[in-house]
């Protein structure tokens, strides 16, 4: 093979490699917020655990039932992260498929539409799980606002009528 087709097979190569690198970045993205919300379920269910020690036994049941909610959405943001990671993964593959077989004269489409389907099809379970756990985040949202306002009272806060 000639310098100059090398260059030209290669620079082909690159430009197809464009796809997956922006898909790489937007992966790069889900995985930051999952992260993010990951972070927060447990920084919760740790403030959880701090007050379960001082809790009226009246109030034990409640921070119990949301402890194991935050579990709950713990996992399922735990696992949607490992996916986005396989995803991400083989992403990188599939671009390292792409130069490998450039480099080695060999056409290894078959390889790369299959890496890319696993990829993809990572993802969409990711987004799914993700999905799940953003219902489960909105079904279990209990606002209430004698607990916002004064956590160990019994009566609500006065009403500005």
Same mark, same amino acid.
């Given at each position: 093979?000639?310098?100059?087709?090398?260059?030209?097979?290669?620079?082909?190569?690159?430009?197809?490699?464009?796809?997956? &690198?922006?898909?790489?970045?937007?992966?790069? #993205?889900? =995985?930051? !917020?999952?992260?993010?919300?990951?972070?927060?379920?447990?920084?919760?269910a740790r403030d959880l655990e701090r007050h379960l020690l001082s809790a009226s036994p009246a109030r034990i049941e409640a921070l119990r039932t949301s402890l194991r909610n935050l579990a709950k959405r713990a996992r399922l943001a735990n696992?949607?992260?490992?996916?986005? &990671?396989?995803?991400?993964?083989?992403?990188? #593959?599939? =671009?390292? !498929?792409?130069f490998v077989g450039t480099l080695a004269g060999e056409r290894f489409g078959s390889a790369v539409a299959v890496v890319f389907v696993l990829a993809m099809l990572a993802l969409i379970v990711a987004l799914l799980l993700f999905l799940r756990e953003v219902y489960l985040a909105t079904r279990f949202l209990r606002i209430d606002a004698s607990e916002v306002y004064a956590p160990e009272s019994t009566t609500p806060p006065e009403s500005g009528r």
């Open positions: 093979m000639d310098p100059d087709s090398q260059i030209t097979s290669i620079a082909h190569v690159i430009q197809l490699a464009v796809a997956p &690198v922006f898909l790489l970045t937007g992966v790069a #993205a889900f =995985i930051g !917020v999952i992260s993010n919300r990951l972070g927060r379920i447990v920084d919760r696992r949607a992260l490992s996916l986005c &990671v396989c995803c991400a993964v083989l992403i990188c #593959a599939d =671009i390292v !498929v792409l």
